[in-house]
């Protein structure tokens, strides 16, 4: 089965600063996706970025980057030029291709952002 | 588009009762997944629906069960309710493909007494 670890359960940075999230996973398979999603203190989940198992190339979006380390099974999450509005828990979760909308998370980063 | 709506937003219960909560997932998708939010468990899968039809399922008792409609709305049912089933249910849709992102609903928290 596989498994989604996030081993900071609270991190915290200043305003325009950057900070890294970590996540390790476990499987056995090949073909997967990995996520971050953001659950800003109003409780919708939003995707921040999303990574596909077979592309080596780190995925990228706006201020958000990813560390995708395959052999390693790890997965973190850079935050450049943090913002107030980056406060929130930040999940990362697997998806395996042939499990089509079955997320497993992990156990979440709650991220602090100071002024 | 409207994103996807979830009713009701809040529900109190008491233990032995029923509850039905539903998920309208945004126009055009087919998929709705359904998940359980508590402090101690996290994030868990409880099924997903694709076409009215159960496509996948997480490790849930038969207690929790869900259907979709032809309109691909989803409801999710818990039967005998526990104190333990107390938690934030969340719903997401998507088009249902493997490269397709799933949206998540505000959620419904379910409180049973």
């Known amino acids: 089965a596989q498994t989604v670890t996030q081993s900071q359960p609270e991190m915290s940075v200043q305003e325009a600063e950057t900070v890294t999230l970590s996540c390790t996973y476990d499987?056995?398979?090949?073909?997967?996706?990995l996520f971050w999603y953001k659950q800003p203190p109003s409780r919708q989940m939003i995707l921040v970025i999303r990574?596909?198992?077979?592309?080596?190339q780190n995925a990228t979006e706006n201020r958000f980057s990813v560390n995708f380390q395959k052999a390693a099974k790890s997965f973190s999450l850079k935050i450049s030029d943090s913002q107030l509005g980056d406060t929130a828990m930040y999940f990362c979760?697997?998806?395996?291709?042939?499990?089509?909308?079955?997320?497993?998370f992990g156990t979440g980063t709650r991220l602090q952002v100071f002024p | 588009k409207a994103g996807v709506t979830q009713t009701p937003r809040y529900l109190i219960k008491t233990r032995g009762q029923q509850v039905t909560l539903s998920c309208s997932p945004i126009?055009?998708?087919?998929?709705v997944s359904w998940y359980q939010q508590t402090p101690g468990q996290g994030l868990q899968f409880l099924f997903e629906?694709?076409?009215?039809?159960?496509?996948n399922k997480g490790n849930f008792p038969g207690r929790f069960s869900g259907r979709q409609f032809s309109n691909s709305r989803s409801e999710m049912n818990v039967s005998t309710l526990e104190l333990g089933d107390s938690a934030l249910y969340l719903c997401?849709?998507?088009?249902?493909?493997?490269?397709?992102?799933?949206?998540f609903g505000p959620g419904t928290r379910l409180t049973v007494l």
């Open positions: 997401a849709s998507s088009l249902g493909g493997p490269e397709d992102t799933q949206y």
């Open positions: 499987t056995s398979e090949n073909n997967y996706y």
């Open positions: 990574q596909e198992a077979y592309k080596q």
């Open positions: 979760a697997f998806m395996h291709v042939l499990n089509t909308d079955k997320l497993i």
């Open positions: 126009s055009g998708h087919r998929s």
């Open positions: 629906y694709f076409s009215e039809t159960q496509r």
